[in-house]
């Protein structure tokens, strides 16, 4: 699963490196070539991880304090990820004159960064929350990390559409070696995120509550 | 709720009359526009109420026979839809001789029909099959079903940015009419979808099995 994430990662960061010229961080289009990677990292990849961390069975035996420090870990670096990638994207249409979120691959993105932060924002927050307001929220935290995960799916494809539709134009038709691979690697990013969907949904699959919610440790506290 | 779908429905197609001149059967461009009008009303509308017609309460003291029927009466009308969608799209292909099936929106859209097909087949096949089959493959067919819509949706929303671009062109990013009203179908899509995952997801508005599942009447038998 874990070599998979990587080869989707590794996957696009080659794609950009092969055929868009690579990477530059400001004052080039190249700076551009970072927002899908930035952004499949964070939201499909750290973000898939983070949600699956409690469902893997070698680690139910262990407390559940780690694992959540493991699952906000990873959130973590995938919101400060979507924060660069949102930062390249606006600073290339900027450096171009370009006109920000016109499309509806920006629309939804903007939708999912905005619930992807403010869950972040509350799920940093639940740790030092009532014990009662935790567990009512816990299941809306889950549904909503779910629609998250949807919502990347959504941009992502939409994303890759829109980004080969501009730079291959007609001959895209033909299908030329970047337009396949690139194709490829959204049927990837989607076939990733709906495996990881799959296995949230499975009950059996949940982590026993050996540790007990009770156990009210600020993740806040533990970080700083 | 209902009125939300038809109203989605109705919106896609009075912006293919206002702007895209209309609809037309065959040996016309028109023909193209029926494309997003049939695979959103049976993949997206259709499936989508086919999948909730077990979580309406007021049915949960009816006959679960009865609502088996409008759920494969829907899921039939909306496979009907999706053939028709796909004849349209590969007949205004080969008539203008665009290639068919070369982007993202393609691929991913036609892996959707395909596995819409095999649910749907093995879904007719079901009540035909043993019991001990049935209620083990019913986990699969709830999860293959959902899939399916998120499938849906991101096929709709590549295959609107696809659209979009080819027609609308540079002036897309100052954002006309079609642009801001195609964005917001787009957007009414995917929360149309996410609303119908987030009422599958809860386990309270499940169907209580008043019936049970041993009533074994063969859905095929009675439809013939």
Not at 160 to 178: A, C, D, F, N, R
Request: proline fraction near 4%; charged fraction near 10%.
């Amino acid at each position: 699963m874990h070599q998979r994430k990587i080869g989707g990662k590794a996957t696009g960061h080659f794609g950009a490196s092969l055929w868009r010229g690579g990477f530059s961080w400001t004052g080039s289009p190249l700076e551009f070539n970072w927002h899908p990677v930035l952004m499949v990292s964070g939201l499909v990849v750290l973000h898939g991880n983070a949600a699956l961390v409690y469902r893997v069975p070698f680690t139910w035996r262990q407390r559940k304090q780690t694992w959540k420090l493991v699952h906000a870990g990873l959130m973590l670096v995938g919101f400060i990820l979507s924060v660069l990638g949102l930062y390249v994207v606006f600073d290339y249409h900027r450096g171009l004159n370009l006109t920000h979120l016109y499309s509806l691959h920006s629309w939804v993105g903007i939708c999912t960064v905005a619930v992807f932060w403010i869950l972040g924002l509350a799920g940093f927050l639940f740790p030092c929350s009532p014990l009662c307001f935790r567990s009512n929220l816990k299941p809306v935290h889950v549904c909503v990390g779910k629609a998250i995960l949807i919502l990347s799916l959504i941009s992502c494809v939409s994303g890759i559409t829109e980004k080969l539709q501009l730079v291959l134009g007609e001959p895209y038709s033909s299908l030329p070696v970047e337009g396949k691979f690139a194709n490829f690697l959204g049927l990837l990013i989607v076939s990733f995120g709906l495996v990881v969907l799959g296995i949230l949904s499975k009950d059996n699959w949940q982590r026993p509550e050996t540790d007990g919610e009770a156990i009210h440790v600020s993740v806040a506290a533990i970080l700083l």
